[in-house]
């Protein structure tokens, strides 16, 4: 069974840095990719970064390349989402999820509870 547990949401400034983080087991971190989702209400689904489990590879969306960073610590079956550079606009529940297999790019079927952040003056 593959379980996530988000934490490391908050209230920010612009401008600040928060680090997201995603506990999971070894068993999911070396079977399956994880990537980190925002929802914001009325708004679609945003697909942030993805990590591979196969050989670490990372995606990102446009919108937070070169400001987030995802990464993973197998050792303490961790993932997490270094996001900088927040602006207001990245006030949302972010997510990490699981995909059904590897690699990034699939539909994912595990989430995690997710976690608030707000971006705020």
């Known amino acids: 069974q593959v379980q996530l547990v988000e934490s490391g949401g908050g209230f920010v400034q612009p401008g600040g840095s928060l680090r997201l983080s995603c506990a999971t087991s070894?068993?999911?971190?070396?079977?399956?990719?994880i990537g980190w989702f925002r929802r914001v209400p009325g708004k679609e689904q945003e697909e942030l970064a993805c990590?591979?489990?196969?050989?670490?590879?990372?995606l990102y969306a446009d919108s937070v390349k070169g400001r987030f960073t995802i990464s993973r610590d197998i050792a303490k079956n961790m993932v997490y989402l270094q996001m900088n550079g927040l602006k207001p606009e990245d006030t949302a529940v972010y997510y990490c999820?699981?995909?059904?297999?590897?690699?990034?790019?699939?539909?994912?079927?595990?989430w995690g509870q997710g976690t608030q952040v707000t971006v705020s003056s």
């Open positions: 999820a699981a995909p059904a297999g590897s690699y990034c790019g699939w539909a994912y079927d595990y």
């Open positions: 070894r068993a999911t971190l070396d079977y399956y990719a």
């Open positions: 990590i591979s489990a196969h050989d670490g590879s990372t």
